[in-house]
């Protein structure tokens, strides 16, 4: 048996005739399977994420607004605008007290109470609203409206989850004082 030295320029005796190494399979190989894997775990992550949501709480639809006492000394035709934030609006009428919605009743933008007219008025499409709520102009379809109202332990409490469609009197829409 003879052994013959391989003439310069052929490639060495243990390489692929593609011209591919073992070792290049290899690592491609392993790549993928690394690649699978970490998407794997990428899935696993996200569903164990949508199993547990990120629930928020939702905040106390009541709000004590004041003492009973310091809307009954308001004079009549007075709008209460410290609220308004809270999305509500107290207006003390002649006989009572009404909680009334900052949200106008044409498209729900933010009402404005305007005092030397004594009106509230939407700055979206120019409905316009009386102290009491009722619809005076613009394209809203019904007057205001109106939250529950009642006394818990002497303070005033409006509850923006009882609404009263349409500027309703109904009981506990409004506060006798």
Partial sequence: MSTQEPQPGSPPPDACRGGIERRQVLSAAGAGWLALAGSGAVAALATAR?????????????????????????????????????????????????????ACTHLGCILNWIPGERRFACPCHGSGFALDGANTEGPAPRPMDRFGVSVVDGLVVVDRSRRFLGGKSDRGSFLSL
């Fill in 50 to 102: 949508f199993m547990f949501p990120n629930a928020s709480e939702e905040p106390d639809p009541r709000v004590a607004v004041g003492p009973v006492d310091s809307y009954a000394r308001m004079p009549a035709g007075t709008v209460d605008e410290r609220r308004k934030k809270d999305g509500v609006w107290l207006v003390r009428l002649p006989d009572r007290l009404v909680a009334l919605s900052t």
